[in-house]
């Protein structure tokens, strides 16, 4: 066999990258998605699908591995896609991804990132290929649920129901051990159910992946927050492990003067609030509305954008986001060379439904009227200075750029720091690492505690849901060796060293 011809044989199209440039699903007219809170994305038809598919090059070194924190097989199900075995492309896709629907729509996708390809081109469109393969398989039902044959007898508490805690129970399940998730909220999802907001991701998709991993075994208690309506000592008694995957939850705050003034808040507040009256469950407290006032976001991460999007929809005066550092560059620079994630301008489909985007300036304060409400912020521009790798070291205030902008509403999207401490982790007095994160190492997620892991955002600080997921998964191999003297569950390096042979 001449070797173009096992070529052919092992990629879908050797001349696909060549032949065809990447291209995105349409999306709904800006104008009109802001009257609706419903994810406005189309789908891929077959034959453009499979153009996009055609453009991997199988490369010999698949650098889009090393830049998946989940080590999805990606070449492989590309291929797949491009022949549509769409049975061979989930299977593919799932064993290493447990929730595609999540990642497909979420994900930055650092894949693409280190996708070869985009040495000299566009990179191959992975993430939407990664939707378009789960999708697919739900529409002709390929997604069934696998409840284990056998149950090993040991019980495993899986304390938050966010990615890495769903992925943790998902993985523990599939190995026949009892797995309860307690989440202190009313419904599963955490981040996913009420931090992102539905235009990004309906919620209907969470719940269908929330009820298959019922119809699985895995037992949802709601409601259930430990450490104070759940009793820890209960837990510690009653459980073989227990993985703590309650998330970096503590926002960063920004205390300067008039912080405590009405019409500030943190981000998280805002659409969680928007994420309970789109699914019509009650608000509590007071409501957190924006229609004809000016917004002001400080923030420029996803959480500001979220805040963005939502303005837009509730009927904004006006919309100002906020970033400290300078503006980054549209492109690759000398210092953050391929495969590296680049810190480059990223413009959200939030964005592009309206906003004013400003950098490299700073809050000095808030200010308000005689009855305590927020009328403006002090801003002042800030001028950067660069550090030997190109990086944004130290700032100075402009002289004579100190100014008051109209606002009514703030939102504070600085990140969050570390998990919560009242409660659960105080009591189980958890060692905790210098950022405030509950310690354990990758090499065994096991904390300070017996028989007590750690897994997610509220192991490694805030971060990504493919992480989240990509912890979960970890975790449980471990939680499973700890139970049992050694896993059935495949590593993340094992699966990528199996294919390699």
């Known amino acids: 066999m001449q070797v173009r011809d096992l070529w052919r044989k092992i990629m879908g199209k050797p001349t696909g990258f060549l032949e065809f440039t990447r291209e995105l699903p349409g999306k709904a007219d800006p104008r009109e998605r802001v009257s609706h809170y419903n994810e406005f994305v189309e789908r891929f038809p077959d034959n453009k699908l499979n153009q996009q598919a055609a453009r991997c090059m199988n490369c010999g070194v698949p650098f889009c591995h090393s830049g998946c924190p989940l080590g999805n097989v990606i070449p492989e ?64 039902g390929l997604v069934q649920a696998k409840a284990p044959r056998m149950r090993t007898g040991k019980k495993i508490a899986v304390i938050g129901s966010g990615p890495a805690g ?25 981040l996913l159910r009420y931090g992102i907001p539905d235009f990004k991701l309906e919620k209907w998709v969470v719940e269908r992946r929330v009820k298959l991993m019922e119809e699985e075994g895995v037992v949802f208690q709601c409601n259930a927050n430990v450490g104070v309506n759940v009793s820890t000592n209960d837990l510690l008694r009653e459980y073989n492990a227990i993985v703590l995957a309650g998330g970096s939850t503590i926002p960063r705050d920004l205390p300067i003067e008039g912080r405590q003034l009405k019409g500030v808040h943190y981000a998280m507040d805002f659409l969680k609030q928007q994420n309970k009256r789109v699914s019509n469950i009650a608000v509590e407290g007071s409501d957190i509305l924006v229609n004809g006032k ?46 590296t994630y680049p810190m480059v301008l990223k413009t959200s489909s939030s964005h592009e439904e309206g906003a004013d985007r400003k950098w490299a300036i700073a809050t000095k304060s808030f200010i308000g009227d005689e ?55 105080d009591q189980l007095e958890v060692e905790k690492d210098e950022r405030g994160n509950v310690k354990a190492t990758e090499k065994d997620y096991l904390t300070s505690i017996p028989k007590v892991f750690t897994a997610g955002d509220m192991r490694r600080g805030q971060s990504l849901v493919v992480w989240a997921i990509s912890e979960g998964r970890e975790c449980a191999r471990k939680v499973d060796e700890f139970l049992m003297g050694s896993s059935q569950l495949e590593s993340k390096d094992h699966s990528l060293q199996a294919m390699a042979l």
């Open 77 to 140: 199900f590309n291929d797949a896609v491009y022949r549509q075995d769409w049975k061979e492309a989930y299977d593919i896709l799932s064993s290493t991804n447990n929730f595609p629907e999540f990642t497909g729509r979420i994900c930055p996708a650092p894949c693409e990132s280190a996708c070869v390809l985009g040495i000299n081109q566009p990179p191959v469109a992975i993430e939407e290929i990664e939707k378009h393969i789960i999708e697919v398989a739900f529409d002709k």
């Open 166 to 190: 769903l992925a943790a129970a998902a993985q523990l399940n599939y190995a026949g051990h009892t797995v309860t998730v307690f989440e202190r909220d009313d419904a599963p999802g955490g």
């Open 294 to 339: 000016n917004v002001i976001v400080i923030g420029g991460g996803d959480t500001g954008s979220d805040c963005v999007g939502t303005s837009n929809r509730q009927g904004a005066k006006s919309i100002t986001q906020l970033e400290l550092l300078p503006k980054p560059p549209g492109e690759r620079t000398a210092y953050m060379p391929w495969p």
């Open 371 to 425: 009855e305590g409400n927020l009328k403006a912020l002090r801003l002042v521009d800030l001028q950067w200075t660069a550090s030997a790798d190109g990086r944004p070291a130290k700032f100075t205030e402009v002289p004579g750029s100190e100014r008051d902008v109209p606002c009514e509403m703030a939102f504070l999207a600085m990140g969050f720091v570390h998990p919560q401490h009242t409660g659960l982790l």
